[in-house]
Structure formats: C-alpha cells, structure tokens
C-alpha cells in the first residue's frame, strides 16, 4: 500500500448547507485537519468557489459528487471541470459500472483526481437489496465484489467502503492495487446515526482503508479539535500495528 501520513488518512467531511458554516469547522480545527469531504449539500450551496477556497488554504479536497449518467454525460462532466481544479482535486466519487470508469477516465484530464466507485452506501445492508416481500435480503458481501470487480478492472483507482467490506475486498484483491476510503465511521460508543455498516476508526485502518471520512462526531462535537485528534490517534494505533503485523 502507499506509504500516506496519519493526518491524511483523516478526512472531515463538511456537510453543512452554507460556507460560513464549513468555515467555522475548518477554521477550528486549524492545522489539526488538511483533507476534507465536500459532498452535494455544500456544492449545491457554496460550488466551486468554496472548493477553491480550501484549495486556496492549502488543504486537500476529496469531491463526493458520486457521478453517475450515461456515458457521454460522465465524460463530459470530467472534461468540463474547470482546469485550476483538475489536477488539483485528489478524489472523486463515481456510481455506476465499468461504463462509468472508463467514460470518466477518458474525460479526466492527466491522472487526477483519483477515481473511487461506490460499491454500497453505508445507509444501507442486505435488506434494502431485495424488493419488500419478494424473498430474503440479498447478500451484501457478493453484491459489493461484484461492483468492486468490475470498477476494478475497468481501472477505477479506488473504492467506497464500508463495514466488513474493507476487510473482504482486501481479501478478495490481494494483487491489486487500490484506494480505500471508508465513510461511516464512529469511534466506539459513538451513536451511529443511520449507519447500518459501521467501524470505528482503528478498525478500518486495521482492516484494509487507506482514508476515513468523518463528518458528526467531529463536527458535533463539544470540542471538535479534541475530536480528530482522538481520531488520529486511533487511526496512528493501527498504523502502526499493522506494520508490526506486516
């Protein structure tokens, strides 16, 4: 795996619905955090000029936008990013199949932001697979390989996951070589919301991710600072008891 360090392993996701709002947290959390999430409910309100502006600070940026259309519309998308913020995003959400991959990848310009398939929202379990009254849940394991499979060998860079589907994917990959970025995350005795597959910080690191994206219990937080910092702490643990382990 590349070698990262801890703090980038750390990713705060700013779901907020204004930018003085997602000032405030980063603003807080000062030189403690330097990667953060800006998903739809952001971009929808602050777009581009509030990505520009962590960039503008210094910080890294992962843009959860999960794209996902046919295949012209994808290519398109990537193509009409706007050129100061092509090869300066580091990551980049898709959702969809091998299709998607290559169409994003053929309207990327130079190699990033790095791509990452989602394979299964972590809202969601086996249940939410089958139609109501029509047979058992389906099996969340085989569902995410599948995906995984396929984004994989369409040259996807990377992977949203969640739960025991880190672990599994590794397992299931062991040759290969990709990202993964586990949303979901709450440190033990943290509610988990609406979260149905859910790890704490050490126990994703130790199963396989490469970044952890969290939002609530840094951002409620009484103390959000103390938060990531708690966080980062987890996340150095099993860094460096998996290189014991290695």
């Keep these: ?57 210094g910080k890294k940026v992962f843009l959860d936008l999960k794209i996902g259309d046919i295949d012209n519309t994808v290519r398109a998308a990537l193509r009409n990013m706007p050129d100061e913020f092509a090869g300066a995003l580091e990551l980049l959400t898709l959702q969809g199949n091998e299709a998607t991959v290559c169409a994003a ?15 299964l929202l972590s809202s969601m379990d086996g249940s939410d697979l089958a139609a109501p009254g029509e047979g058992p849940a389906l099996d969340v394991s085989a569902v995410v390989r599948q995906r995984a499979k396929r ?37 033990a005795g943290e509610s988990l919301d609406e979260h149905k597959r859910s790890l704490t910080p050490h126990q994703a690191i130790l199963d396989g991710s490469d970044h952890l994206v969290v939002g609530r219990p840094i951002a409620q937080a009484e103390h959000p600072q103390a938060a990531a910092a708690a966080i980062l702490s987890e996340i150095e643990r099993a860094v460096h008891e998996r290189a014991c382990g290695a």
């Design 1 to 57: 795996m590349t070698e990262r360090s801890v703090s980038d392993r750390l990713i705060v996701a700013l779901d907020f619905d204004t930018a003085g709002e997602a000032d405030t947290l980063v603003e807080g959390l000062g030189e403690t955090v330097g990667f953060y999430k800006v998903g739809w409910q952001l971009f929808m309100g602050a777009g581009w000029s509030y990505v520009e502006r962590l960039l503008g600070q």
């Design 105 to 119: 990848k053929a309207g990327r310009r130079g190699e990033k932001p790095a791509l990452l398939m989602v394979t």
């Design 151 to 187: 984004a994989l060998e369409a040259g996807c860079e990377g992977l949203i996951a969640s739960g025991q589907s880190v672990r599994e994917l590794r397992e299931a990959f062991p040759d290969r070589t990709f990202l993964i970025v586990t949303p979901g995350i709450r440190p």
